[in-house]
């Protein structure tokens, strides 16, 4: 099982990125899939997470601006990030809780990550 990351690059303040994530290989079924996010010299922190029935949950620093989504069907997670912030810069990676990779418990796999850079 991989996940790859897309979409990343540099974006002026305001901006917005969209950032795409696929789950691909030998996969039995997906549950939450999600995006997290890490700045230099601080912890990897949750962004947003989608169930597989469409809940979203997010982290109030980007309620309101950020908008997570998926496509079952395609196995992919995706985060639309408007009014893009300084603060906002890391690299991004996201995360599906799935079964599959020839067992059928439920592990967490990473994607590499993407770097966002926001600044003027």
């Known amino acids: 099982v991989q996940l790859q990351a897309s979409g990343g690059g540099l974006v002026q303040p305001g901006g917005s990125l969209r950032l795409s994530c696929a789950a691909s290989?030998?996969?039995?079924?997906?549950?939450?899939m999600g995006w997290y996010r890490q700045a230099p010299g601080k912890q990897r922190e949750l962004v947003a997470t989608?169930?597989?029935?469409?809940?979203?949950n997010y982290a109030d620093t980007v309620k309101g601006r950020f908008t997570i989504s998926r496509d079952n069907a395609k196995n992919t997670v995706y985060l639309q990030m408007n009014s893009l912030k300084p603060e906002d810069a890391a690299v991004y990676y996201c995360?599906?809780?799935?079964?599959?990779?020839?067992?059928?418990?439920?592990?967490?796999?990473w994607g590499q990550g993407t770097q966002v850079t926001v600044s003027s």
């Open positions: 995360k599906a809780d799935l079964r599959g990779g020839g067992t059928w418990a439920e592990y967490g796999y």
């Open positions: 290989g030998i996969i039995f079924s997906i549950n939450t």
């Open positions: 989608i169930t597989s029935g469409g809940s979203a």
